[in-house]
């Protein structure tokens, strides 16, 4: 079983790894194939054209997650 195959278990594992960077590191949680995976969100914001705003579920830093999501939105426009 992918230890990613549910939202809980992808947020919670996503969460952690924020708690463990002193540096304010967040991440986001995406859709990827039957199940998540987990990117940091710098890599989303850099690779934003290959996201779509449905994709990304869930990221630990709230105002990171509006950026990222207005990114895309524009990008789209």
């Not at 278990?9 to 990827?32: I, L």
């Not at 990117?39 to 054209?49: A, I």
């Amino acid at each position: 079983m992918n230890p990613l195959s549910t939202i809980e278990r992808a947020t919670r594992w996503a969460e952690n790894r924020a708690n463990n960077y002193t540096n304010g590191a967040s991440f986001c949680v995406c859709k990827f194939n039957d199940g998540y995976i987990v990117h940091d969100s710098k890599f989303v914001k850099e690779h934003y054209k290959e996201f779509s705003f449905e994709e990304i579920i869930f990221c630990t830093n709230e105002y990171v997650f509006k950026q990222i999501i207005a990114l895309i939105r524009i990008d789209k426009i």
